[in-house]
């Protein structure tokens, strides 16, 4: 455990958790809604600060991160415990419960960055929630920033102004949750809100490298008019970042059949009359390709690891500069 950097200590031996808009008050021996803060003695403090339940070399597109250093691999670790509920939770198992844990010390990650494979660019804070997780990503960021490494947050973006604005100098890339584009289904679905997430997308385009995914829950957030509006938004930020609708299987507390292939189809082509880069996941098909927004041309081919950018990150045929931040490794 480790004293945690965002609370006040209130009387009678309360805490207020200032992490993320829940805004927690917490009571001598209590924990805050992610579980992962608790009250001892009227200090609050981070319960799983260096506990890993998950680490794992993945492909960056696996985060889904498809235009930071295409083709590369990175280190991804996960603790436990999450600020939000979400009935449809694929990592529930760490999110939602509290499974063996193996202790790790940001040096020791930033040492590990390095030796793993010639190919890591650097570690990935995902699986459960790294928000909650926050003293320990914030000091393991800055060893692997300082040994040449990028950091990556894949994120809810359930979190306050505060702490997010400390921890971006350190952050290379985001891969945001948007979970749908309505505060209903945040409310109802997963015990939080979409205004808080849309000021973290909006803070963090301004600071780093950002891809957006939504999981398209059939009957829930699939309704073609509030996913263009979700397209339009960003485009509103910026034509270039990448938005990612993932397919649903069913998981946890939802068993509902998964997404129809034809409405990720139409989502994708509402969001393209905005965005200029798209991708369909979990789907098994060629939405996974990046193509030149000006001509159409294939650049980077996801489903055979080819990339034909040139070596400006051009379009070979038209020009167009692909807005990829990195070289490709494909």
């Keep these: ?113 390095q030796r793993v494979d010639k190919r890591n660019i650097g570690v990935a804070y995902t699986y459960s929630e790294p928000g909650v997780w926050y003293e320990f990503v914030l000091e393991t960021a800055k060893e692997v920033k300082q040994r040449g490494f990028k950091n990556v947050l894949v994120t809810n973006g359930f979190l306050n102004k505060e702490p997010l604005l400390e921890l971006m100098p350190y952050i290379d890339a985001f891969n945001i949750d948007v979970k749908a584009f309505n505060e209903t289904f945040y ?19 301004r600071a780093a490298h950002v891809e957006i995914t939504c999981l398209v829950i059939p009957g829930h957030n699939d309704n073609l008019s509030e996913l263009e509006d979700l397209a339009k938004w960003l485009a509103e930020l910026d034509r270039d970042i990448p938005l990612h609708f993932s397919r649903y299987f069913p998981n946890y507390k939802m068993d509902i059949p998964p997404t129809p292939h034809s409405t990720l189809e139409a989502a994708y082509q509402a969001a393209k009359k905005h965005l200029n880069y798209v991708y369909l996941g979990n789907t098994g098909k060629q939405g996974a390709n990046t193509f030149c927004p000006q001509c159409e041309t294939l650049v980077i081919d996801r489903m055979h690891a080819r990339s034909y950018l040139t070596g400006n990150n051009q379009c070979p045929t038209c020009g167009e500069s692909i807005a990829v931040v990195g070289t490709t490794a494909f």
């Design 187 to 205: 409310s109802d679905l997963c015990s939080g809100w979409l205004s808080a997430v849309k000021q973290t997308v909006e803070l963090a385009v």
């Design 1 to 113: 455990m480790l004293e945690a950097r965002y609370f006040e200590a209130k009387e009678q031996g309360m805490t207020v958790c200032r992490l993320c808009p829940r805004d927690c008050s917490i009571g001598e021996g209590k924990n805050g809604f992610c579980r992962t803060r608790t009250n001892q003695g009227g200090i609050l403090y981070a319960e799983n600060y260096g506990e890993c339940t998950s680490s794992a070399i993945d492909p960056i597109e696996k985060k889904p991160l498809y235009h930071f250093y295409p083709g590369s691999w990175i280190l991804s670790l996960g603790s436990w415990g999450c600020n939000f509920t979400c009935r449809f939770c694929q990592n529930w198992h760490i999110a939602q419960q509290k499974p063996s844990t193996v202790p790790l010390s940001p040096k020791e990650v930033a040492e590990q960055a």
